[in-house]
């Protein structure tokens, strides 16, 4: 009787076997290891607990392209020495938006999108890159990635008018007859003695599968440099969840320093993953303990993996907006790798009114937690919206490089019902948009036989290129305030290497971006080009950010050569 070894019956004994099998020499390791994967088996590790290895959800161990969920209580006990344990792919979740698509102006001449100050994607995909793999493209949102750098834009001069709106047009250096529109927004910065008393709630993620060294111990690392920053009359207090909540800091002012950080060290990593009810308790936390006088704050430390408790993100956006209108506004630290569930930290992080940053080391930490968190905790603006609209006599059509999860309509602009993007004391803001010229109309499209039956501009604002405006409210009002700035044809770069430092270096980021998610236009220019373009537009980089990014994206060349799987 001859047996089939498609048999799915004998597939699934066959991979049980191989994992379950003990190998007890080196000869026997090699022999058995390129059936299963090539990896070398794992160095004998120290007897851990065994909620280590206790996870919510059977893995799978993948045998020569089969998968099958390994034996609960295989998985409950460390690995042995010479077992090879093969790792489940990674399941980290990204939103999934397509690219902003290319709109004639004769159709749609309005563009309107929410501000965003989130930096969490360039993070990502730094450690992605610095790890040896090329970042997948959902997790690339390109506007994040160019927020992420300090700009030197010019700065308004008065609290009431908080900010100031520059903007400057080149040649594309992607696209021959293209320009690029680069629209700046700088926001007000508060003095240190303005800045008003924090009441902060830190929850934070103690899951089981927060325990690896790059994400509690990083937090905690990272805390505490936040810790040492907080001034006498701040008060802190911190909520951490797993299978429950629990209380681990009582609102601390920030003159007992030591009592923080001591709270902070004794946080450990073990359970399930009760994320709702720990935004829950720790919402009802900060809303006891509210100052009107003060910044009233819930600040999210995790990988955005919930299971425990609320798990509807619906239910959790619907749970978070409504607490936004008491005051008391959200901001998320993302960490870790594998299960990071970036989509849902995006999600909760714009119902809340806050800003968004993942954590990829403890240099990273000490930008967001200390260097920045700083101006992030002090709004100066809530709402804040941009529209920009096009002259069909100067442009054809338009394409706003990223900002597709901050995409709104039309009347959203003037509807101050409509939630935005909020902007922190000092934060700049960066929009840029490729631009077809009206004389490159005939490119894109035929015209209409019988006209469009459209007015043309008024011939006073004819030599207009755009409109910009911006959309915001002041803290604590529930009006809107709108400041506007027009874009003159004559302002237009005559070459690319005439804008400045900043435009350029910015233009160079979202080329990295685009070229990152795979998007068209920028298909033909390549790594080597956006090297050199930013290269070039370094300028003063003090600490070191812009020279960092020029390594990624000679990164990302090295690796796009040697495995260009899924990448352009």
Known sequence: MRCSLRTPALLALGAAVLAACSVSTPDRQAARAPAVAEAPAPAP???????????AAPRSVTVTGSSIAAPQAMLK???????????????????????????????????????????????FVRRQLTGGRLPPPGAVRVEEMVNYFPYR???????????AVTTEVMPSPWRAGNQLLHVAVRGFDLAQAERPPLNLVLLIDVSGSMGGPDRLPLLQQGLRLFAESLRENDRVSIVTYANGTEVALEPTL?????????????LRAAGGTAGGDGLQRAYALAERHRDPKAVNRVILATDGDFNIGITDPKQLERFIADKRKSGVYLSVFGVGTGNLNDALIQRLTQSGNGNAAYIDSLLEARKAMQEELGSTMFPIANDVKMQVEFNPKQVAAYRLIGYETRMLARQDFKDDKVDAGD????????AIYEITPASEAGKLVDPLRYGDGKKAAPAAKGDELCFVKVRYKLPGQGASRETAHAVRAASVRKAFDAASEDARFAVAVAAFGQRLRGEAPVADYSYADIASLANEARGKDAEGYRAEFVRLVR?????????PVGQP
């Open 77 to 123: 006990r460390a690995p042995a020495p010479g077992y090879l344990i093969i790792a489940p792919p990674q399941a980290d979740k990204f939103p999934d938006k397509e690219a902003n698509a290319t709109q004639l102006v004769a159709e749609h001449p309005v563009s309107t999108f929410s501000a965003d100050v989130d930096t969490a994607s360039y993070a």
């Open 555 to 563: 990164m990302a060349e090295s690796l796009g050569k040697t495995n």
């Open 153 to 163: 834009y010019a700065a308004p001069t008065t609290r009431n008018a908080p900010f």
């Open 423 to 430: 902007m922190g004391a000092g934060h700049t803001v960066t």
């Open 254 to 266: 920030g003159r007992d320093k030591q009592k923080i950080v001591d709270a902070l060290d004794g």
């Open 45 to 55: 590790p120290p007897p851990p607990s065994a909620s280590t290895y206790a996870p």
